[in-house]
T-cell receptor, first 115, second 115 residues
């Protein structure tokens, strides 16, 4: 069965420092992977996705993610964090064998960026 | 485009009451889905639809019904509300076509409390 794990409930980083939010997945075959962000009292917003090709994917707001097939990981990164990046981040996987578009989400990681 | 809209934003029900959460999208998306978000559990798929007249169950369908009579609307019905259904509910939609993978767009959510 497909699954996604975000091993950290919370990540704390100082403004200006690089940030990493971790995600690992379990799915048969080559996965489709997504990152979403949720600001307080809002819906989820799409950040980026990996379908195929270059392992480094660039997305919105300066975020990027690196797909690592051998480690079954898709960590979200940003070179220099902003206070406004503080939010809840979700990793999600879609089974490429499914034509239904169903996503399986991780439990979420709260990113706290301090001034 | 208004994107994905959900009504109501907040709702309080008593145990045993029924209600319908409304979801509409104006992007002509084929795929629509309902999730519930609970602390520490990420988003869990309740029901989804790949087009008008076609619906299927997700991870946690018990206690919920859906229908998809039009492309635009995808209401979620709680038949007899239970305290375990206290949650934040999100509707999402995306394009769906063979060979392409599209991100999902989320509504702002409905916060439901069942007493």
């Amino acid at each position: 069965a497909q699954s996604v794990a975000q091993p950290e409930d919370q990540v704390n980083v100082a403004e200006g420092n690089p940030l990493t939010v971790k995600c690992t997945y379990s799915v048969s075959g080559n996965p489709y992977l997504f990152w979403y962000v949720q600001y307080p009292n809002r819906g989820l917003q799409f950040l980026l996705k990996y379908i195929t090709g270059d392992n480094l994917v660039k997305g919105s707001y300066g975020f990027e993610a690196e797909f690592n097939k051998s480690q079954t990981s898709f960590h979200l990164k940003k070179p220099s964090a902003l206070v406004s990046d503080s939010a809840l981040y979700f990793c999600a996987v879609r089974d490429p064998a499914s034509n239904t578009g169903k996503l399986i989400f991780g439990q979420g990681t709260t990113l706290q960026v301090k001034p | 485009n208004a994107g994905v809209t959900q009504t109501p934003k907040f709702q309080v029900l008593k145990t045993g009451q029924s209600m319908t959460l409304q979801c509409a999208q104006d992007m002509n998306h084929e795929y629509m889905s309902w999730y519930r978000q609970d602390p520490g559990m990420g988003l869990r798929l309740i029901h989804y639809s790949v087009g008008a007249g076609i619906t299927d169950q997700g991870e946690v369908p018990n206690g919920y019904n859906v229908s998809r009579s039009t492309t635009e609307d995808f209401p979620l019905r709680l038949l007899s509300a239970a305290p375990s259904q206290t949650s934040v509910y999100f509707c999402a939609s995306s394009r769906s076509s063979s060979g392409r993978v599209y991100e999902q767009f989320f509504g702002p959510g409905t916060r439901l409390t069942v007493l």
